[in-house]
């Protein structure tokens, strides 16, 4: 195979579990790098946990990786909590936080309106609560897609289950923008488990491994589950993509070319350095891209980790305030007065941190009651 298409680059070898595909990717034989897209500009990404910057399409992007001790009676840190700021702990003291939680790290109840959340967890168990009446149990590679449109309260809480070992903890959060249209659109959230999430295992020429995580956006046959029907990412043509890449030391993956109006930007956050096209772009950075063009990345002395964002810009105002995204500034300071009238639905839960009790298990209640697991 001379070079790699959309189509004939990956294969499904497995339907059990989480999807998983293989194929091959080759380096350009009847290519040069003219073929193949640049990176426009780099941007330093913060350290800690604070939120990564984004472009249209995208809003917000905040990755959290804490190392939890082993969990109490209550679901909280088997340790002292003294010399932290409970309430509003993002220090990282011995390499994990408490965020808003009091007994419990996570974030209890808060509102939403205007946009959508992608809650990723790679690692560990999250419990969810939200106004509607819905719980969700979710982890271990699952994705929570909300829509928060017109309004919701949630939250979202991190317990510590296992109280004999550690309680390692990661999750990728995105903002994804409604288009004026729909930022009142009826709020709704979908579980994405992760055995119906695919996975491609892509081999180079040299044998080395890269793996492709899709949660929005097509890759040759490979397609991820449909997201909410109001999403801007649920319409083809605005190509949103929202893929995690893990590549072996030394291995070489070319991503598909878009529409050139599509934003592309690839988060650079573990590794040493990769080289895509011509440039050579350390860890730590976001990379921009410079046109449509397929990408060749190659990835250097260093397992590397990336996530990449794309997506057809909204390219309308947009106005933030804390958990509201709007386009008007009136529109800000009418959803403030609506959540303070009406708590978006109220709060039907007894704590403003619900856990939902012992058992591992990953479950989803809808909000009719309706309750549906992986399987």
Same mark, same amino acid.
């Given at each position: 195979?001379?070079?790699?298409?959309?189509?004939?680059?990956?294969?499904?070898?497995?339907?059990?579990?989480?999807?998983?595909?293989?194929?091959?990717?080759?380096?350009?034989?009847?290519?040069?790098?003219?073929?193949?897209?640049?990176?426009?500009?780099?941007?330093?990404?913060?350290?800690?946990?604070?939120?990564?910057?984004?472009?249209?399409?995208?809003?917000?992007?905040?990755?959290?990786?804490?190392?939890?001790?082993?969990?109490?009676?209550?679901?909280?840190?088997?340790?002292?909590?003294?010399?932290?700021?409970?309430?509003?702990?993002?220090?990282?003291?011995?390499?994990?936080?408490?965020?808003?939680?009091?007994?419990?790290?996570?974030?209890?109840?808060?509102?939403?309106?205007?946009?959508?959340?992608?809650?990723?967890?790679?690692?560990?168990?999250?419990?969810?609560?939200?106004?509607?009446?819905?719980?969700?149990?979710?982890?271990?590679?699952?994705?929570?897609?909300?829509?928060?449109?017109?309004?919701?309260?949630?939250?979202?809480?991190?317990?510590?289950? %296992?109280? #004999?070992?550690?309680?390692?903890?990661? *999750?990728?959060?995105?903002?994804?923008?409604? +288009? !004026?249209?729909?930022? $009142?659109?009826?709020?709704?959230?979908?579980?994405?488990?992760?055995?119906?999430?695919?996975?491609?295992?892509?081999?180079?020429?040299?044998?080395?491994?890269?793996?492709?995580?899709?949660?929005?956006?097509?890759?040759?046959?490979?397609?991820?589950?449909?997201?909410?029907?109001?999403?801007?990412?649920?319409?083809?043509?605005?190509?949103?993509?929202?893929?995690?890449?893990?590549?072996?030391?030394?291995?070489?993956?070319?991503?598909?070319?878009?529409?050139?109006?599509?934003?592309?930007?690839?988060?650079?956050?573990?590794?040493?350095?990769?080289?895509?096209?011509?440039?050579?772009?350390?860890?730590?950075? %976001?990379? #921009?891209?410079?046109?449509?063009?397929? *990408?060749?990345?190659?990835?250097?002395?260093? +397992? !590397?980790?990336?996530? $990449?964002?794309?997506?057809?810009?909204?390219?309308?105002?947009?106005?933030?305030?804390?958990?509201?995204?709007?386009?008007?500034?009136?529109?800000?300071?009418?959803?403030?007065?609506?959540?303070?009238?009406?708590?978006?639905?109220?709060?039907?839960?007894?704590?403003?941190?619900?856990?939902?009790?012992?058992?591992?298990?990953?479950?989803?209640?809808?909000?009719?009651?309706?309750?549906?697991?992986?399987?």
């Amino acid at each position: 195979m001379d070079q790699m298409t959309r189509r004939d680059a990956v294969r499904i070898i497995a339907s059990t579990g989480a999807l998983l595909y293989s194929g091959c990717v080759v380096g350009p034989k009847n290519k040069t790098l003219q073929d193949y897209g640049g990176v426009a500009s780099l941007v330093p990404l913060p350290g800690g946990v604070q939120p990564w910057p984004t472009r249209d399409p995208f809003l917000f992007c905040v990755h959290h990786q804490d190392n939890y001790p082993a969990g109490n009676s209550d679901f909280g840190p088997q340790v002292s909590l003294a010399g932290r700021e409970i309430g509003r702990d993002f220090a990282g003291i011995d390499g994990w936080r408490m965020y808003h939680g009091h007994k419990v790290p996570g974030f209890p109840s808060h509102p939403h309106r205007g946009f959508e959340t992608v809650t990723v967890v790679r690692e560990g168990l999250l419990d969810h609560a939200d106004s509607m009446g819905a719980a969700a149990r979710y982890g271990q590679g699952d994705v929570q897609w909300l829509t928060a449109g017109s309004g919701i309260q949630h939250s979202e809480m991190f317990p510590l289950l %296992r109280p #004999d070992r550690s309680n390692p903890f990661e *999750l990728f959060q995105i903002w994804l923008n409604l +288009p !004026a249209k729909d930022k $009142f659109a009826v709020p709704y959230f979908s579980m994405l488990w992760n055995e119906t999430i695919p996975r491609l295992k892509l081999v180079d020429e040299k044998g080395k491994l890269s793996e492709i995580t899709l949660i929005s956006g097509a890759y040759g046959e490979a397609r991820p589950p449909q997201p909410p029907a109001n999403s801007w990412a649920a319409k083809e043509e605005n190509e949103v993509a929202i893929w995690s890449l893990r590549m072996e030391a030394g291995a070489t993956v070319i991503l598909p070319a878009v529409h050139a109006e599509i934003s592309r930007s690839l988060y650079f956050f573990e590794g040493a350095t990769i080289k895509v096209g011509n440039r050579t772009c350390p860890s730590g950075h %976001r990379l #921009d891209m410079a046109d449509g063009r397929p *990408l060749l990345i190659e990835n250097n002395s260093a +397992p !590397a980790q990336l996530l $990449f964002l794309g997506g057809r810009p909204i390219n309308e105002s947009v106005v933030k305030h804390g958990p509201f995204v709007m386009n008007q500034k009136e529109e800000i300071q009418k959803a403030i007065s609506d959540y303070r009238q009406t708590h978006f639905g109220g709060w039907p839960w007894p704590s403003p941190a619900p856990i939902h009790g012992p058992q591992p298990q990953r479950f989803a209640r809808l909000p009719d009651g309706q309750v549906i697991k992986p399987t």
